[in-house]
């Protein structure tokens, strides 16, 4: 599969307890876009990286959600001290920038449910 | 404030007939205007994308019309298909940034047979 990859699909997360999720993009895309999507909504930005660079973060993204992409690869985003309106799909994009084609694939997202 | 307006948030279709789903932005730094195909339970998918520079784009069953002086575009199925039935996003970016997308609320679309 070369899509880009979400893991865990679900998780389910007592309140106030951290969670992490990890995202692969599509091997040769330099660009990682995470965002947020609640029932009914489109997705919201949160954040994203061009190589191991956090390039931009939406204010969205309070001091208890952390990105990282460490090595340019894969991509990490971690929830402490979790609340029930964290709840959402939380969902991952990669791209190629610069590219003609600029479009940005999705994974399938990771649904979180804070209890 | 909400930058990409979306009508209407539902729509029944008959099988065959035109689904239209319309898109209204306000800011104007935005070059890249794609729509977005979502099934429950999976991440959106790129249908068709458009730049400012065209008024029309066509691939398949589907078109995006694009009117830059009124800041509205919108999506035309042809042909409607019961397995269209999905949620359909639009949504901008800004130019240099087109994986920072600023999304419609999204329109649920059914397709009866």
């Known amino acids: 599969d070369t899509g880009v990859s979400q893991d865990p699909r679900h998780k389910i997360t007592k309140r106030g307890q951290n969670v992490t999720f990890r995202c692969d993009p599509i091997?040769?895309?330099?660009?990682l876009y995470w965002y947020r999507q609640t029932l009914g909504q489109g997705p919201e930005f949160l954040t994203y990286f061009q190589n191991e660079a956090q390039l931009e973060k939406s204010r969205l993204l309070s001091d208890r959600f952390s990105a990282e992409r460490p090595k340019g690869s894969f991509s990490t985003l971690e929830i402490q001290r979790t609340e029930q309106g964290d709840s959402a799909m939380y969902l991952c994009?990669?791209?190629?920038?610069?590219?003609?084609?600029?479009?940005?694939?999705f994974g399938q997202g990771t649904r979180l449910t804070v209890v | 404030q909400q930058q990409v307006k979306q009508s209407p948030q539902s729509l029944i279709v008959q099988k065959g007939g035109i689904s239209i789903i319309n898109c209204a932005y306000e800011n104007t730094a935005f070059d890249y205007f794609p729509w977005y195909q979502q099934f429950p339970g999976k991440g959106p998918a790129l249908l068709i994308a458009i730049r400012p520079d065209v008024s029309e784009k066509k691939e398949g069953r589907f078109t995006i019309s694009f009117n830059k002086s009124a800041k509205q575009f919108s999506l035309h199925i042809m042909d409607s298909q019961p397995g269209d039935s999905a949620t359909y996003f639009c949504a901008a970016s800004k130019r240099g940034s087109q994986g920072n997308l600023i999304f419609g609320k999204g329109t649920k679309l059914s397709v009866k047979p």
């Open positions: 091997s040769e895309h330099n660009r």
């Open positions: 994009a990669s791209s190629f920038f610069p590219s003609g084609n600029t479009e940005a694939f």
